[in-house]
Nanobody, 129 residues
Framework: QVQVRESGGGSVQAGGSLRLSCTTSTGTYDYSRYCMSWFRQAPGKKREGVAV????????NDADSVQGRFTISRDNAKNTLYLQMHNLEPDDTGMYYCAAAWGIWSDYAPLTEFDYNYWGQGTQVTVSS
């Protein structure tokens, strides 16, 4: 059974930084075969994709709104996904979710929530102006 757990959220002022972490238990399956992503949901808005990294690590996609500020990475030896966030803005406020999907091929890296079937409970990020 796949279990996903996020950590690292908090409250910061605009311009600050945070690093989110996500550990995934994959049972007998190899974590490195999973495509991993971050999504977020602001109050009253739909959940949106933030960044994704393919199982092989070679393919990364991220939303236009975070390019140049957020970096997604993974450490397969630790079954851990990261999201380093710099220059945070109030619009970055929301619940951040980690999601996993079986990597159909090594460069598989979708950023739509319907492609993911394993989700964490979320970690809150609040950015004040």
């Amino acid at each position: 059974q796949v279990q996903v757990r996020e950590s690292g959220g908090g409250s910061v002022q605009a311009g600050g930084s945070l690093r989110l972490s996500c550990t995934t238990s994959t049972g007998t399956y190899d974590y490195s075969r999973y495509c991993m992503s971050w999504f977020r949901q602001a109050p009253g808005k739909k959940r949106e994709g933030v960044a994704v990294i393919s199982s092989g690590g070679a393919m990364i996609n991220d939303a236009d709104s975070v390019q140049g500020r957020f970096t997604i990475s993974r450490d397969n030896a630790k079954n851990t996904l990261y999201l380093q966030m710099h220059n945070l803005e109030p619009d970055d406020t929301g619940m951040y979710y980690c999601a996993a999907a079986w990597g159909i091929w090594s460069d598989y890296a979708p950023l739509t929530e319907f492609d993911y079937n394993y989700w964490g409970q979320g970690t809150q990020v609040t950015v004040s102006s």
